[in-house]
């Protein structure tokens, strides 16, 4: 089962900040924080992730709480290129074996 | 970031016929690729986990016999599904995971859509 809750959909203004909110209550200390979307019809694409810091690369921002039972990922300038589904996963990441269980993630709609 | 492909894209084929997936690791190696499945408007279901030079561990409720899965290298891990049948027509899509220092990325393929007739 997934260990993560996000709200099903979203909308967001073309041109402005898309804040997508998830809450993991359960992570354990060694586990990272994973975002994913998918586009209609395409394999999931890797986003970003994080362990406690705040990180940021070219696609987006990822914020975690210091507790880190909640994250948010940042989408600054929000294209119609952007809608898609978007999966937050929290999973162990040594060594590569760790499987990636997805839940039903957040349907954004990024209207012009 | 990495790229992992898949071949074919889609593919249609008749009840009781064998498909093969075929799922590549493009510039890294990977020891270890996952299956999943993906029905309309539903999320991704993990189906099994490849394992280069030994057998894949299966999902709960994944038949092992009709799904067969083959590393056969670092870089190749092919799905056959045998005897298709209408029910099995779903998006396949395959992920490798990508080990750098910290934490490894996983990364998928475009999926390949199988339509059984």
């Known amino acids: 089962d997934a260990k993560t809750t996000q709200p099903t959909s979203m909308d967001c203004a073309e041109g402005r900040a898309a804040n997508l909110p998830c809450n993991h209550s359960t992570i354990s200390g060694n586990e990272y924080v994973y975002w994913y979307r998918q586009i209609h019809s395409q394999g999931p694409q890797y986003i970003i992730h994080?362990?406690?810091n705040n990180e940021t690369n070219e696609m987006a921002s990822l914020i975690i709480t210091e507790d880190r039972k909640s994250s948010t990922l940042i989408l600054p300038h929000a294209t119609l290129r952007d809608t898609a589904v978007y999966y937050c996963?929290?999973?162990?990441?040594?060594?590569?074996?760790?499987?990636?269980?997805f839940g039903k993630g957040t349907k954004l709609t990024v209207n012009p | 970031g990495a790229v992992v492909s898949q071949h074919p894209s889609w593919v249609i084929c008749k009840s009781g016929t064998s498909v093969k997936i075929e799922c590549r690791s493009l510039?890294?190696?990977?020891?270890?690729m996952f299956w999943y499945r993906q029905f309309p408007k539903q999320s991704l279901m993990l189906m099994a986990t490849s394992n280069e030079g030994s057998k894949a561990t299966y999902e709960q409720g994944v038949e092992k016999d009709k799904f067969l899965i083959n590393h056969a290298s670092l870089t190749l891990s092919t799905l056959t599904v045998t005897s298709a049948h209408p029910e099995d027509s779903s998006f396949y899509i395959c992920?490798?995971?990508?080990?750098?220092?910290?934490?490894?990325?996983?990364?998928f393929g475009p999926g390949t859509r199988l339509t059984v007739l």
């Open positions: 994080g362990l406690k």
């Open positions: 510039d890294f190696q990977a020891t270890t």
């Open positions: 996963i929290v999973r162990f990441a040594q060594g590569g074996s760790e499987k990636l269980v």
């Open positions: 992920s490798a995971p990508r080990v750098v220092t910290g934490a490894d990325t996983q990364y």
